[in-house]
């Protein structure tokens, strides 16, 4: 094992999958140079590897970003491009909702359309609200696309790997958040498969189900929550869309207790499709009521305290797991 974080994992997918298959290649907004300079980022030194033909730094428009994926995959390519901040997903939305999400489907699945769009995602960088706004919930509504949101360095690895071998659009989410922090990763070559959840703690009392940043805020509670005799069973999605419904429901089954934890705002976040999931396929087994802990429906703040508040906590957590046990 090898101890890196998100940002070099993501590095280390990109690279192997290049030198395995040359017909992958990347383009994006800085992708070869300025905040990529750090050896903690995820194209880290890829431009000097592969060379601008296979390392693209392309002007400051996401709609021409999604548009050259969609055009390099028809022709069988297979791009990885990257938008910088989730937000601006809504700049490339026509290309991947209109175009890459339905192309598949148009050819009666007869053709391939591989391409991953890489997203920036996560606030707590001071960077206001035009750039720290999750919308996994947007594009896990768009039939045709897979979502990928890992919470570690090894399962963005394995699950990047995947995402660039699938012969359909993959939307692939990393926190920014993840990008410093190392972690244990496998350093042999490995995949993991798309729309296959974690288990990531067993426990008896509570299911708590979560993805991406959230995962390390779950694991927080973990402690306090043992002291008063609580034991928490935390699942990470990994996979947004397809959905692990199995790996859900059997630990709702066996808790009897559901508590949802996403960065994302509430009203319409994915929380709420699990918590639908739940009552349509698990109600018999809930002891009491589902409780999604998320992100109030505000704008993300610029100002530092603010943004601490607008962001889930363990404390936040700790509470609602107490409150349903209570119940």
């Known amino acids: ?3 890196i974080s998100m940002g070099q994992a993501v590095a280390q997918a990109l690279s192997e999958e290049m030198r395995r298959d040359p017909s992958v290649f990347m383009a994006g907004e800085g992708i070869g140079v300025g905040i990529h300079d750090s050896p903690l ?73 591989p391409m991953v769009v890489r997203i920036k995602a996560g606030a707590g960088f001071g960077a206001g609200c035009q750039h720290s706004h999750n919308l996994e919930a947007w594009a896990a509504h768009c039939p045709g696309l897979k979502v990928v949101m890992p919470g570690t360095a090894a399962d963005a690895k394995g699950l990047l790997k995947s995402a660039i071998r699938d012969d359909n659009p993959v ?15 496998p350093e042999e070559d490995y995949t993991i498969p798309i729309g296959v959840a974690d288990v990531k703690k067993p426990g008896r009392d509570v299911t708590v189900v979560t993805w991406s940043k959230m995962l390390g805020t779950a694991f927080k509670a973990v402690g306090p929550l043992a002291k008063d005799g609580i034991d928490i069973e ?32 509430r009203t319409g976040g994915f929380g709420g499709e699990i918590a639908a999931l739940a ?15 998320t992100a109030p429906d505000i704008p993300v703040p610029f100002s530092p305290p603010l943004e601490k508040f607008y962001l889930p906590d363990e404390a936040q957590l700790i509470q609602a797991i107490k409150d349903i046990v209570k119940a």
């Open 1 to 3: 094992m090898q101890n």
């Open 234 to 265: 935390i699942v990470d999605l990994r996979t947004l869309l397809p959905l692990d419904k199995e790996t859900i429901l059997n630990s709702v089954r066996k808790t009897g207790r559901l508590v949802v934890l996403h960065e994302a705002t």
């Open 41 to 113: 980022m995820p194209t880290y030194g890829l431009l000097q590897e592969f060379g601008p033909g296979r390392v693209k730094d392309t002007p400051v428009s996401e709609a021409v970003i999604a548009g050259l994926a969609v055009g390099a995959s028809v022709l069988g390519l297979r791009p990885v491009v990257e938008v910088m901040f989730f937000p601006f997903f809504t700049l490339a939305s026509d290309q991947i909702v209109n175009h890459a999400a339905k192309l598949r489907y148009l050819s009666g699945g007869k053709s391939a359309f």
């Open 171 to 185: 939307i692939f989410i990393e926190d920014m958040g993840l990008y410093f922090f190392p972690t244990p990763v």
């Open 279 to 293: 009552a349509e396929e698990a109600f018999e087994a809930l002891k009491a009521p589902v409780k999604r802990v």
